[in-house]
């Protein structure tokens, strides 16, 4: 079921008496999260990323604009009846019911024509914690799981009414970082194989690269960017986008645009026909650099770490923004360091450049 976010806005009152401006947690989202994708919602702690989840599901009510599913509006409609799994960071299990208890507890209070007899409850049970590969651990309690179990019985929990929505607000950041890899597969393959409209809230940019169909990138409530993660990765419309996604984080210096060129200090680093004189921000990704001994980036060299099959060159440019660069070569590949010096070219399509004063991106 496509989600239709319309004009979403929602305001939440400052309560420290000096700001009398109201916080703008979502401001005007407006766009469509299409049926059966995986959406990956990503920004900094506090940019509003639990609020429009809250918003989706309907346990925050939208100050101004409305949602709809598929093609009815959901806005005021109680979040009860709008047919969403929830699954939140801290599982949030009865912790004296048993999983089977825990994951049928949605279904033993429908009435009337939905009511379902006790064989109709537990093949449901069984089903949803079969998808999830829980099916062993029924009769256990809550307590005696690991917390990666524990998460798979909360998204079975939230699976059993079989949602149109799929709700997630970072629901892997309490496991240890393999856990953490094996849930987030898992829960891919979940999602493949239901086919449901999810989305996933999370601050890790990694995360949300690795299993997004679609990144929404927010910043202080406001859609930055919606795209393919390559696509966001590659082309980022503004220099947040471009620092918030990718590790090492991309490396940036001063730099400007002169006579239809892009220099970094004197280093001409690439042709800009047409483009008018201005400061710029130089963004290069840590794999946009070429070790070569004729290159035009001149740097100091601080030192190499290898992470295996690559290896990191830390180095140092009076242009630089920041502590140090982080160059990524293959291992194999020798860095030729001459007097403290090492030289490198870039790799243009790694080379983003980014107005000094707007902060946007140049097309070059
Ligand atoms: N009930 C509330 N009353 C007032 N302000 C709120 C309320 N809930 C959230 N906020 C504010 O709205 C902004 C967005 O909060 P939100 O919880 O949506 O951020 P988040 O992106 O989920 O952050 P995190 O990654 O830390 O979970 C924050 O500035 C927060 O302080
Ligand atoms: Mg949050």
């Known amino acids: 079921m496509k989600i239709v976010l319309q004009h979403l806005t929602k305001r939440f009152p400052n309560r420290n008496k000096k700001i009398k401006e109201d916080v703008i947690a979502v401001n005007d989202f407006d766009f469509e999260i299409p049926d059966g994708k995986l959406i990956g919602l990503l920004g900094p702690s506090g940019c509003g990323k639990s609020t429009a989840l809250n ?9 101004e604009g409305k949602i709809f599913f598929g093609e009815n509006d959901v806005t005021d409609i109680p979040p009860e009846k709008r047919g969403v799994g929830l699954v939140f960071q801290n599982y949030a299990l009865y912790p004296h019911l048993s999983v089977r208890e825990n994951i049928r507890f949605p279904l033993e ?28 651990l029924l009769d256990r309690k809550p307590n005696e799981m690991s917390g990666g179990q524990q998460q798979r019985v909360a998204i079975a929990r939230a699976l059993i009414k079989m949602p149109g929505v799929l709700l997630l607000d970072e629901p892997l950041s309490n496991l240890d970082a393999r856990l953490r890899l094996q849930t987030r597969e898992e829960l891919k393959r979940i999602q493949l194989e239901t086919g449901i409209t999810t989305v996933f809230v999370t601050h890790d940019q990694e995360e949300a690269m690795s299993i997004s169909d679609i990144i929404v990138v927010m910043k202080d409530g406001v859609l930055q960017q919606m795209g393919k993660p390559q696509d966001i990765y590659d082309e980022p419309v503004n220099l947040f986008v471009a620092k918030f996604l990718g590790t090492p984080q991309i490396n940036v210096f001063n730099g400007k645009i002169k006579d239809g060129r892009v220099l970094i200090k004197d280093s001409v680093i690439m042709e800009a026909p047409g483009k ?11 794999e946009g650099f070429i070790l070569d001994k004729d290159g035009k980036l001149e740097c100091r060299y601080i030192n190499r770490e290898v992470m295996g099959r690559d290896t990191s060159v830390i180095a140092e440019h009076d242009g630089f923004i920041g502590e140090h660069i982080r160059a990524i070569i293959p291992s194999e590949e020798k860095t030729n360091v001459k007097d403290g010096k090492i030289r490198f070219s870039l790799k243009q399509f790694k080379v983003r450049v980014f107005s000094k004063e707007t902060e946007e991106r140049i097309d070059i």
């Open 109 to 136: 209070n429908l009435k009337g024509k939905d009511k379902l007899s006790k064989e109709e409850m537990e093949a449901k049970v069984v089903e949803a914690a079969k998808l999830v590969q829980i099916e062993e």
């Open 55 to 63: 918003l989706i599901c309907g346990l925050e009510k939208p100050s």
């Open 276 to 286: 008018l004189d201005t400061d710029v921000y130089v963004a290069v990704r840590p």
